[in-house]
């Protein structure tokens, strides 16, 4: 049981080229969330999927697209990439959005750095 | 908009020692609060969750306690060891009604223990 997997640990990007963080659960969760964390601000959420087939804005939506696969996987992509976006990302899953429900497990995080 | 902030910013304190990590919030309509602990490169590992109906909640040497109406929350950490040494994050979920998912984020206390 390998949790919450995130490909690739570290990546360089030069601006303007795109790329996609991959990210896969194990544990039978119906909930995905991508957030990122950057020195003096937190973690800020990006997007997240309540279920399979439904994606949401987060609070920093701007400038990432995601896709939820299937049930154990929920990408992030960014389509022309800013040094804005260098940050650390995680992705994290739980059983559900609903009330009773809300533990939520974190991947080990993709570092990125956009030059 | 909910705020969280951490007091401590920083805490280095000698093997042995109690201490406390504080958490204060500015909307007291919360859902629960959760402690984490951030290793250096590593992902999020979920502590202890307390509910807003419930005062506090103990796991091992860890004590976490929850005064809503004050918008605090305290960490207890009991006879500290090297290993304890990490990030501790504090999230709150608001209590909105329907599915709100979101958790807000402090940007942690990174503790020290020194041997």
């Known amino acids: 049981n390998a949790g919450v997997t995130q490909t690739p640990k570290f990546q360089v990007l030069k601006t303007g080229q795109s790329m996609t963080l991959q990210c896969a659960q194990d544990?039978?969760?119906?909930?995905m969330y991508w957030y990122r964390q950057d020195p003096g601000m937190g973690l800020r959420l990006i997007y997240y999927?309540?279920?399979?087939?439904?994606?949401d804005k987060g609070e920093v939506p701007n400038g990432y697209n995601v896709s939820r696969l299937n049930k154990r996987e929920f990408s992030l992509r960014l389509e022309s990439a800013a040094p804005s976006q260098t940050s650390v990302y995680f992705c994290a899953s739980s059983r559900g959005v609903t009330k009773g429900i809300q533990t939520q497990y974190f991947g080990p995080g993709t570092r990125l750095l956009v030059l | 908009k909910q705020e969280v902030t951490q007091i401590p910013a920083a805490l280095s304190v000698p093997e042995g020692e109690n201490l406390v990590l504080n958490c204060s919030f500015t909307?007291?309509?919360?859902?629960?609060l959760q402690w984490f602990r951030q290793d250096p490169g590593k992902g999020l590992t979920s502590l202890l969750l307390?509910?807003?109906?419930?005062r506090e909640q103990t796991s091992g040497r860890l004590n976490a306690s929850l005064d809503k109406s004050s918008g605090r929350s305290t960490l207890y950490i009991a006879a500290s060891q090297p290993g304890d040494s990490a990030t501790y994050l504090c999230?709150?979920?608001?209590?909105?009604?329907?599915?709100?998912?979101?958790?807000?984020f402090g940007k942690g206390t990174l503790l020290t223990v020194n041997p």
């Open positions: 999230a709150v979920r608001l209590d909105s009604g329907g599915s709100n998912y979101k958790l807000t």
């Open positions: 909307d007291s309509a919360i859902y629960n």
């Open positions: 307390i509910q807003s109906s419930q």
């Open positions: 544990m039978n969760h119906n909930s």
């Open positions: 999927s309540a279920s399979e087939g439904t994606t």
